[in-house]
């Protein structure tokens, strides 16, 4: 149940405007996602370097007519995921050389998955599973909501800063709130703590 | 509102049949301070008799009315000060109009409802208000002024030599904050805040945030997808 979201940065590099509109359609209608259309991959770092991108769907073919650009992209941003956009055949070892393949035929659903899937693990985001919070974490939650600070809260607990920093991150995670109030909020009304 | 077959705007559609049927143009006509008796109007017919340029109006009156955001837009410098002017008035209407607004909402709740969430709530609210109108203040006395003299610069009128320099990570950095926190509240509100007698307080609070966050994410993509590619643009040439 976290909603704690990313907005990942796409750049999509496809000279046809149907599937370069389409794709982007898709995609908008479904994630949270902020989308550059570009023309030519030759204007593709310029894209990366301007708005940040954190992926790159490319159709292969402009990769095979355009190798050097793509080479020297891969090379200056390793950060940058790569996509490739397939809709007819392409050698395998040209297909290696992407981070994660989209097939033209594959149900939307199946694509924006991947994508999203390739996306949280590079960015270490987290996928959301509900789980309740842990003895330690409710310890934590309730020290935290009377105002403690996290030297405080380690010392209370007889365990470390860094461990209490971790057991916040996972309360964040599991309960989607960050702030302070948002969890004294959430710790009064599942009666963790009273006022 | 649930309408989702909303007619797409283009040059030579009439005005008066987008309005009618995309709500959101009532902001985008009172940002661009146009008032509407718009007639038979065609879109390219009112944007002549106001003075505003057309691909400018259709690029932000799509992105209001929830069309994905075409990339190469190919805007003129010159609409730089217009949506620097666009975005300086919907920070008017947040300040004035719907954080009040939100606020008023906030403080009825608790009358109705005695639950200790609302209390904090309400304190929530306010710090995250404050932030908001702290980065409002960062765009009125920073970025915008750092924009303006960029293009009078690029203009030939007067350099941009003295500003405190804009930093476009500072700036996203920002906007995520807001839109996270707008969303923790909704959040809150759904999920966790004890009920009362309140139900049609609360419907009318989150219909107002709502109101404000879909404003609010049309203001950001307008800046991100309208004013900073016209500005690294402009920094580009100015740089040759």
């Known amino acids: 149940m976290s909603d704690a979201k990313t907005t990942y940065r796409i750049g999509i590099v496809e000279p046809s405007a149907i599937i370069n509109e389409g794709l982007g359609i898709l995609l908008l209608k479904a994630g949270d996602f902020d989308l550059y259309h570009i023309d030519d991959i030759a204007d593709a770092e310029e894209y990366i370097a301007d708005y940040g991108l954190n992926l790159l769907i490319v159709n292969p073919m402009l990769v095979v007519q355009q190798y050097r650009d793509c080479q ?32 033209i035929t594959d149900a939307p659903e199946k694509i924006i998955g991947s994508i999203t899937e390739k996306l949280d693990k590079e960015h270490h985001a987290d996928t959301g599973a509900s789980e309740p919070l842990s003895t330690r974490e409710l310890d934590v939650l309730r020290l935290l909501v009377q105002g403690l600070m996290n030297k405080e809260i380690a010392d209370k607990l007889n365990i470390s800063v860094h461990t209490v920093v971790s057991h916040r991150k996972n309360i964040t995670q599991k ?21 | 509102m649930y309408n989702i077959r909303k007619p797409y ?78 975005l300086r008035n919907t920070h008017f209407y947040y300040r004035n109009e719907k954080y009040p ?26 710090e995250y208000y404050a932030e908001v109108d702290e980065h409002l203040t960062y765009e009125d006395r920073v970025a915008f002024p750092y924009f303006e003299a960029l293009y009078r610069k ?34 809150l509100l759904i999920r966790y805040i004890p009920v009362g007698e309140d139900r049609t307080v609360r419907r009318k609070l989150l219909t107002a945030l709502n109101d404000v966050e879909s404003n609010l994410n049309a203001h950001s993509a307008i800046e991100s997808h309208i004013l900073m590619p016209l500005v690294i643009d402009v920094e580009k040439k100015l740089a040759r």
């Open chain 1, 175 to 195: 309960t989607g709130i960050k702030t302070l109030a948002g969890l004294t909020i959430f710790a009064l009304s599942n009666k963790i703590v009273e006022l």
């Open chain 2, 154 to 187: 690029f203009t030939g009128a007067a350099g941009a030599d003295n500003l405190a320099r804009f930093s476009a990570n500072e700036y996203r950095d920002h906007h995520t904050d807001i839109e996270y926190k707008l969303d923790e509240l909704k959040n």
């Open chain 2, 101 to 126: 607004e939100i606020q008023s909402l906030i403080d009825e709740l608790r009358k109705v409802n005695s639950a200790a969430e609302i209390g904090i709530l309400k304190k929530f609210f306010a």
């Open chain 2, 9 to 86: 705007m283009k040059p030579d559609s009439r005005l008066a049949e987008i309005v009618r049927s995309n709500p959101s143009m009532l902001y985008v006509l009172e940002y661009f301070q146009a008032d509407y008796m718009i007639r038979e109007m065609t879109v390219s017919e009112f944007c002549g008799e106001h003075q505003i340029d057309v691909n400018l109006f259709v690029a932000i009156s799509n992105i209001y009315n929830g069309f994905p955001i075409e990339s190469k837009l190919n805007l003129d410098a010159a609409c730089i000060p217009v949506v620097i002017q666009f």
């Open chain 1, 72 to 103: 020297h992209i891969k090379r200056r941003h390793p950060d940058v995921l790569l996509a490739a956009l397939v809709y007819s055949y392409f050698d395998s070892t040209l297909l290696n050389q992407f981070d994660l393949c989209i097939n």
